[in-house]
């Protein structure tokens, strides 16, 4: 990787270009340039067969620069820096810092791909890439530019493999904290590959990675398991106590539960139904009364103001 510094002071982590993939690139575009150079020189010859030497050696000159010299250059510029073969091969000309190529840069990229490729053969451009660190020809040099790789493999992350049933647990008090990430990464990287590994060199390492890990955390193996396994317990401890902090931060942030607790629903008080008297109409329903409200001098208010109440009152 190539550390690429922008004009914001950012590292840009990009892989260069090398000269098997760039010479890939090259081939391609020159195959479909010079394809292209051949028949538009067939037909400006039938075309202009009648004009004498001089205006045909002047076409064929004006072909050679707009197809061989400026169709490259006009590609580069359009495309920001991917032509035909870059984008089977899956590459890119970048700038130094990073950013997408201008007319500028394809100019002379492409000036000097004349003599470097063209005219010697891409000899001059070999010797310069395989001298170069970053794998750039003279045009790159000149122009500022680099060739980068735009599809790069991801690596496939595989899983740490389970401790045995009977580890499970065995390690919950073991004090973690001190343990560094690139120890936690060693770990790991050991039992996802070490079914890969001579079985003397893993045990050795095994034992290594156990030795430092009882030096940080102070608390040895049980007696009679393994360095793997061991190893494999403790990282399957750590994981557990991962999932629970990330569990209870979880539940730190929904309203009304507290952290490390669950929820319960919530059951609502149950309300008898009111169950009203039959009436004679049965179209209309008859509102539920309620017993009448005396006031403290013992007389019913209703009565005083001479309002009968309506409804049914239960017996006192």
Not at 29 to 36: E, F, G, P, Q, S
Not at 113 to 136: H, N, P, Q
Not at 148 to 168: D, F, K, N, S, Y
Not at 261 to 284: E, F, I, N, R
Request: glycine content about 8%.
């Amino acid at each position: 990787m190539s550390d690429l510094v922008t004009g914001d002071a950012v590292v840009l982590g990009l892989q260069p270009a090398r000269l098997p993939s760039r010479a890939l690139a090259v081939l391609i575009d020159l195959v479909v340039v010079w394809a292209a150079y051949l028949l538009i020189t067939l037909g400006l010859a039938v075309a202009t067969a009648s004009l004498d030497e001089a205006a045909m050696m002047a076409v064929s000159v004006a072909s050679f620069l707009l197809v061989l010299v400026g169709a490259p250059i006009a590609v580069e510029t359009l495309t920001h820096g991917r032509s035909l073969g870059k984008l089977a091969v899956g590459l890119r000309v970048v700038r130094d810092d990073g950013g997408p190529i201008r007319f500028r840069h394809a100019l002379v990229r492409g000036a000097m791909g004349v003599v470097e490729i063209l005219m010697t053969f891409g000899v001059v451009a070999c010797i310069a890439s395989l001298v170069s660190e970053r794998g750039r020809r003279l045009g790159d040099v000149f122009a500022g530019t680099l060739v980068v790789r735009e599809r790069i493999p991801t690596a496939r992350v595989a899983a740490v493999p389970p401790p045995p049933p009977w580890l499970v647990g065995r390690f919950a008090g073991v004090d973690l904290s001190a343990v560094p990430e690139t120890l936690w990464l060693e770990i790991r990287q050991y039992l996802t590959r070490s079914r890969e590994l001579d079985p003397a060199v893993g045990r050795r390492l095994a034992e290594r990675l156990a030795d430092e890990l009882v030096s940080r955390t102070g608390t040895p193996p049980p007696a009679g398991v393994p360095a793997e396994a061991y190893l494999a317990g403790v990282v399957a401890e750590r994981q557990a106590r991962d999932a629970r902090r990330a569990f209870a931060s979880a539940a730190a942030g929904v309203p009304g539960v507290a952290p490390g607790s669950v929820s319960s629903p919530v059951l609502a008080p149950v309300v008898a139904p009111v169950v009203a008297s039959p009436v004679a109409s049965p179209s209309v329903a008859p509102p539920v009364a309620s017993p009448p409200v005396v006031a403290s001098s013992g007389v019913d208010p209703a009565a005083e103001s001479g309002v009968r109440p309506t409804g049914f009152a239960p017996p006192a």
